[in-house]
């Protein structure tokens, strides 16, 4: 099992323009999460899946859409990328609603200029 | 607005010497309160604490929660190189239609040989 995986790790983006960024798991989870942190903000959940073609707004959505089109894969996109959103991307599944069920993925560095 | 804070921001130890983590929250529909270690990439779960004044231990590792104080101490002996990461604390809240997690900062820990 590969567990939660991320793509890319890294990419560098100039404002305005825009990208998804792809997870992927193969645990079978139902919920999938997106998280970004960010220095002295810790993570904070952007958008999440309770279920294939489900999605929900966490707590700092804007600027960000998603869509969970299979149920092993959750998609962020930017529409067009803001310096704000440079960050560290994580994306996590779990098989319930249980937060200690969380396994994380890698992360993606973003750096929009 | 819910607030997850964490203190000391950062810590730097020698080997053998014992840290105390601090995470304080202000959160509605508080659940859970949840500790990760983050190393050099994806959060793992340390702990969930749900009842106030039970210790959960997990090795040189125990954590307790204060329900009435809305705080809880992440505490580590006996310190090792390999306790070097960022700790990040969590509230998870149980909400209507949802669960969401609010994580604090996190607290840097050096541990030097």
């Known amino acids: 099992n590969a567990g939660v995986t991320q793509t890319p790790k890294f990419r560098v983006l100039k404002t305005g323009q825009s990208m998804t960024l792809l997870c992927a798991q193969d645990?079978?989870?139902?919920?999938m999460y997106w998280y970004r942190q960010d220095p002295g903000m810790g993570l904070r959940l952007i958008h999440y899946?309770?279920?294939?073609?489900?999605?929900a707004k966490g707590e700092v959505p804007d600027g960000y859409n998603v869509s969970r089109l299979k149920k092993q894969n959750f998609l962020l996109g930017l529409e067009s990328a803001a310096p704000s959103q440079t960050s560290v991307y994580f994306c996590?599944?779990?098989?319930?609603?249980?937060?200690?069920?969380?396994?994380f993925g890698p992360g993606t560095r973003l750096t929009v200029t | 607005e819910d607030k997850v804070v964490q203190s000391p921001l950062s810590l730097v130890v020698h080997e053998g010497d014992t840290v105390t983590l601090n995470c304080s929250y202000e959160v509605t529909n508080f659940r859970s309160l949840l500790w990760y270690k983050q190393e050099k990439k994806a959060p793992t779960f340390l702990f969930m604490l749900t009842s106030s004044g039970i210790e959960k231990k997990s090795g040189r590792l125990s954590s307790i929660l204060d329900k009435k104080e809305l705080f809880s101490i992440l505490n580590i002996t006996a310190t090792q190189t390999g306790d070097s990461a960022i700790y990040l604390c969590a509230a998870f809240l149980l909400l209507l239609n949802n669960n969401d997690m609010r994580f604090g900062a996190g607290t840097r820990l050096t541990v030097k040989p």
């Open positions: 899946s309770v279920g294939e073609g489900t999605t």
């Open positions: 645990m079978n989870h139902e919920y």
């Open positions: 996590a599944s779990s098989y319930s609603s249980a937060p200690y069920e969380q396994y």
